[in-house]
């Protein structure tokens, strides 16, 4: 069993009447890409900002490498790399002083974090803008000199809460690379996101947050085989009547079908042939179809599944 | 590590453009205001040029003639004597080309057209004339024999009167707003004490969190970023005071490194308060700037920065105020310099500046570490 | 008008800022009438303040002290070397006489000098009068025991002498008109009009017409002139609200409805009030950010203060100084109103001069917002759209 790098156990936070966290419980193990996953205002940020101990909490207990995590577990902070939701550089510094100024609050050799701002420049691909003052950066590479700062000093565990947001799509590719190639050189990551696709693609485990209760927790395979869903099948028809659809309800495994005027969707739990007893119906009536589509569940079902409520890409949390 | 935050935070301060604005250019064009507003005034106040006014002789007064002599004449005497008829003199007064017209005739009588201490010197200098004979001529009535006596006493050149001047220093009033633009300099450190609290709190910016998650010690990070504000305050207050001294050619006495001193010591005592009054409460960075902008502005007022006589007023009222503002205390410091050859009080007033910048900085310090806030 | 009221949201919060300097300036000058003593007009002040040290203690010593009562203010001082270096520097006191040991026996000896010591920080007429005040005294005394008297007969004689004062007679029976507050309160209004306009309306119609608003807004269906004609309406209501308040704070100050001449001040304030609009609006055509905003406002706003005399009077500044000042509006806003102010019927052709300088001030202003804003708009159009 591999080493525990964060314990958080019991975890409250109230602000005034509002329960931010309630009762959370995770687990990080070494070598893990975890990700925190919930809708804007579920805690993910609180729970970060509790971990690195910048927030007071009401209740419960959190221990990084084994020990208790509190403002002065200087030995502690030595080994975490913080990526923020926010940019956090220095206006009046380029990009190369940022790197090399953050990377100097962990390590005071020249020599070394000379090597290591090389580095995290290379990682980022930033050779090209060192002498660059951030106001005159893209978005994309504002984000990228953020992480830079974060991790130019090699820590073993990297938190980055929401690295991507508002970053393109080449840029947010570069930063996941970076983050997974971060993982298999040792660092432990933790992840926190709204995009679903990114955390699907990226992560080892997955926690999902809402309303401060985490709802559920595991490998996206373990996830996926917490709710009922195994398939969804959709079919473009058209002129389908309300009898053929109770007739497809009543197949088994069906638990779930829908028709719009010009597509069917028919969601299936569990059962192997359930594509051709579908299909068969249709031929049975002798009704024409277009294209079938049948898909696998996704994260998107899951949380759908779980909370209720659909995911979405917009604003900031707080 | 300490240096190297040191390093970064001069460097990042020396590139904040509208803080250097505020620190350098703005105390240089309010000094060049003064400049134009109080270059002349002080002599003007103290000019003693000779009064001018207008003699109306409406009858042959010996007597009085002699005495108009011996005052006026020459450049430094006390009055400037025209000789004319009533009617001219009468024009003259109103139009303001004399204060007053004198007319001798059995009685020498004084007309000015309004109140003031000009117009009062020429009352004091009939006024005197008519004492001289109203003694005389009591003199005469009871005692012949004594008028010579009375009269050489009455004319006597050896005056009474001892002029002792209070200091050897430069006596400018306005040159106080002067010192008192220097204390305003340095009480703009507030504004370099506000951007350590605001580098260094996680709840004022995700800079303060990032710097919250690295593994030095606040307090190192604090004291770093104090060094840091005290080396850029020092090199502001250099500017400041070599601008107002070898530009201005303001006269700050002749003990100019103890006034270079006595700045610096200011400034380091502006950036300690200003670290200390933006680290209470946890609001948001513009209300911080606010709160301490309006601190100082009221400081600089009640040391006599708009109003100069206000630290007169406040000595009067409120003694012990004068004392502890560190406005005042700063341009005290100056004041010391300029009028007692002795340190005694001046020493007082820069020990009060070191006990200040210290309480400021600890209690700053104090507020400030091992923090975990209630909300971010 | 949609936009007027965007306007007015925006404007709420940059209130807190012209209420705070609103209120300090109101405060400050309240302070100034409750305190009643205006610095500034020292040449009016025939009574000088005098503080006495009587190291003889006798009774002619303190019959001498007396007589200078009676003419002066006397103030009570520590005998302590530091207070009274600062209250001769701060000018609580004019002199301070010290009358020295021995001053009783000397005092009929025409010979005898330093009977008195005036100790004084500056040399004007001020501290020229009180020695000559005091030479008058002795001299006086020393004529009447000359010719004969005691030391107690001389003093009482001089006293007799001395309170028979002459009679000075005034060529024009106008007296000073008790409004020197009020003067005083009109003049740094050409300081605090500019601080409040400027720091509040600048930002906000920057804000207004920030460029992506102002696109966003050029693709709906308002026209131009409509939005620019709500955002002036906006503008001058506040303007007017701040110029409104000021002459209500002038009035409660005055403890009044204005009287008379009065009310060309007020006129003049609010040609005064046009050109801080004015200025507002070029400011706001450069979109600063708030603190650059700040120091401009606090050097054009001190700086013409300094210049035009509004916390130094006119008459004090050098010919040089006010020959510049003439191409700054201040200049003739404070020309007219110490004009307004004078003792003598205000010369209305004069005054009115001044307020046409000021309005021509604000016009050349309007105008060259309106020319840098069409310079602006072509000149943006053509270059190219920054990446974000």
Redesign the interface.
């Known amino acids: 069993m591999e080493n525990t790098i964060v314990k958080i156990s019991n975890l409250v936070k109230r602000y005034g009447d509002l329960i931010a966290l309630d009762h959370l419980d995770l687990d990080i193990k070494e070598g893990e890409i975890f990700g925190l996953l919930g809708p804007n205002g579920s805690g993910k940020t609180t729970t970060i900002n509790c971990l690195l101990s910048l927030l007071s909490f009401d209740k419960g207990s959190i221990e990084i490498f084994g020990k208790e995590m509190t403002p002065v577990s200087y030995d502690i902070k030595k080994q975490i790399g913080v990526i923020m939701q926010n940019v956090a550089v220095f206006d009046q510094l380029t990009v190369y002083e940022n790197i090399d100024y953050f990377c100097g609050l962990y390590v005071s050799d020249k020599q070394k974090r000379k090597a290591l701002v090389d580095e995290a420049v290379e990682f980022a691909k930033l050779g090209d803008f060192l002498k660059f003052y951030p106001k005159k950066l893209s978005g994309g590479l504002l984000r990228r000199l953020n992480i830079a700062c974060g991790i130019a000093h090699k820590p073993k565990l990297i938190i980055l809460d929401e690295p991507t947001v508002a970053v393109d799509p080449q840029s947010r590719n570069k930063i996941l690379e970076g983050i997974k190639q971060l993982n298999s050189s040792g660092a432990t990551v933790i992840y926190t996101s709204h995009y679903m696709e990114e955390v699907e693609q990226l992560c080892t485990r997955i926690a999902i947050l809402d309303n401060g209760k985490k709802i559920a927790e595991g490998t996206k395979d373990e996830l996926k085989r917490m709710i009922k869903n195994t398939e969804t099948i959709r079919i473009e028809i058209l002129g389908l009547e309300e009898t053929h659809l109770k007739e497809i309800l009543a197949l088994p495994h069906v638990y779930n079908c829908n028709y719009d005027g010009s597509v069917l969707t028919v969601s299936c739990s569990g059962g192997k042939h359930n594509l051709i007893r579908i299909l068969g119906v249709l031929q049975e009536h002798d009704i024409a179809f277009g294209r079938v589509y049948s898909e696998l569940p996704t994260l998107n079902d899951v949380f759908l599944e779980i909370t209720g409520k659909v995911l979405r890409d917009k604003g900031n949390e707080e | ?1 300490f240096f ?2 040191l390093k ?1 935070f001069i ?3 020396l ?2 453009q ?1 803080l250097m ?2 620190l350098i ?2 105390p240089i ?2 000094g060049g ?2 400049k ?7 002599s ?5 040029s000779p009064i001018p006014v207008a003699v109306v002789s409406e009858k042959e007064n010996q007597i009085f003639s002699s005495a108009l002599e011996s005052v006026s004449g020459s450049d430094d005497s006390f009055l400037d004597v025209t000789f004319t008829d009533r009617d001219t003199a ?1 024009g003259l ?2 139009d303001g080309k004399v204060t007053g ?1 004198i007319s001798s005739g059995d009685k020498v ?13 020429l ?6 004339f ?3 004979e ?3 001529s ?2 005469a009535s ?2 012949p024999t ?2 010579q ?2 009269v ?3 004319s ?1 050149e ?10 050897n220093g430069n ?1 400018d ?1 306005f040159v ?1 707003y002067f010192y008192n633009l220097i204390a305003m300099t340095a009480l703009y450190g507030t504004m370099l004490g506000l951007k350590i609290c605001v580098e260094n709190q ?1 709840d004022l ?3 303060g ?10 307090i190192k990070g604090l004291s770093a970023a104090l060094c840091g504000c005290f080396i850029l305050q020092t090199l502001c207050m250099v500017i400041c005071v070599t601008y107002l001294v070898f530009i201005l050619k303001i006269d700050l006495g002749n003990r100019l490194a103890l006034v270079y001193l006595a700045s610096i010591a200011g400034g380091i005592t502006g950036v300690a308060m200003g670290f200390f009054v933006s680290s209470i409460g946890s609001i948001s960075e513009r209300m911080k700037s606010g709160i301490t902008l ?1 601190v100082v502005m009221f400081l600089c ?1 009640l040391s ?1 920065l ?4 206000m ?3 406040i ?2 009222k409120a003694p012990w105020f004068n004392k502890i503002n560190p406005a005042a205390v700063i341009s005290d410091c100056i ?1 010391c310099l300029n ?2 050859s002795d340190y005694r ?1 001046f020493i007082t007033k820069m020990l009060t500046l070191a006990a200040m910048t210290l309480i400021f900085s600890a209690l700053g310090i104090f507020m400030t570490r ?7 | 008008m949609q936009v007027f009221k965007a306007f007015l949201k925006v404007l709420k919060k940059e209130l807190p800022t012209a209420l705070i300097y609103m209120g300090v300036f109101l405060a400050i000058a309240i302070g100034f009438v409750m305190l009643g003593r205006d610095g500034d007009n020292t040449f009016e002040q025939t009574k000088l303040y005098i503080c006495i040290f009587d190291e003889d203690n006798t009774p002619q010593s303190r019959s001498l002290a007396d007589f200078i009562g009676r003419n002066n203010e006397i103030v009570e001082l520590e005998n302590d070397k530091d207070v009274i270096i600062d209250a001769l520097y701060y000018e609580r006191v004019d002199c301070v006489i010290t009358i020295k040991k021995g001053y009783s026996q000397q005092l009929a000896d025409p010979s005898a000098e330093d009977l008195i010591e005036n100790l004084k920080m500056h040399e004007g007429y001020d501290e020229a009068l009180m020695d000559m005040l005091l030479e008058k005294y002795v001299s006086t005394v020393r004529g009447y025991s000359a010719a004969g008297n005691s030391l107690d007969q001389a003093v009482s004689k001089a006293e007799a002498a001395l309170s028979d004062t002459v009679e000075v007679n005034f060529s024009s029976k106008e007296k000073k008109s008790g409004n020197t507050v009020i003067n005083a309160y009109f003049r740094y209004l050409a300081y605090i009009l500019i601080c409040v306009i400027t720091t509040t309306i600048t930002p906000v119609i920057a804000i207004m017409y920030r460029k992506d608003l102002r696109f966003r807004t050029n693709c709906s269906g308002i026209a131009p002139t409509s939005y620019t004609n709500q955002i002036i309406l906006g503008s001058a209501g506040f303007v007017a609200a701040i110029w409104l308040l000021f002459m209500v704070g002038g009035a409660v100050l005055q403890g009044g409805l204005y009287q008379g001449k009065i009310w060309l001040a007020v006129l003049n304030s609010f040609s005064y009030t046009l050109f801080a609009a004015s200025l507002a609006v070029v400011l706001a055509c450069f979109s600063l950010g708030s603190n650059a905003v700040n120091l401009i406002t606090q050097v054009i706003s001190l700086g013409m203060s300094f210049f035009c005399g509004v916390f130094v009077e006119q008459s004090m500044l050098s010919e040089n100084v006010l020959l510049a000042a003439r191409f700054l509006p201040a200049y003739w806003y404070v020309r007219a109103n110490d004009m307004i102010f004078s003792d003598g019927a205000a010369d209305l052709s004069e005054a009115a001069l001044c307020l046409v300088m000021q309005l021509a001030f604000a016009v050349s202003l309007g105008l060259l917002a309106i020319l840098i804003n069409r310079l602006r708009y072509i000149g943006g159009l053509r270059k190219k759209a920054p990446t974000a």
């Not at chain 2, 009588?109 to 010197?121: F, H, I, K, R, W």
Request: proline content about 3%.
């Open positions: 590590m190297h935050d970064y460097k990042c301060g590139r904040s509208d604005f505020w250019l703005f064009a309010l205001f003064f134009v507003a109080f270059g002349d005034l002080y003007q106040i103290t000019d003693t009468a007064l109103k017209v009588s004084l007309t000015v057209a309004e109140n003031g201490l000009e117009q009062t010197m009352k004091e200098f009939v006024e005197r008519r004492l001289n109203k003694v005389i009591d003199a009871s005692d004594k008028i006596q009375a050489s006493a009455l006597s050896i005056s009474p009167v001892k002029n002792v001047k209070a200091i006596s009033v106080q996680a910016s995700p800079l969190a990032r710097k919250c998650c690295s593994p030095v010690p606040k309006g007022f006599g708009m109003v100069g006589n630290k007169g007023v000595a009067e004041y009028f007692y009080r091992r923090k975990k806030y209630a909300s971010l």
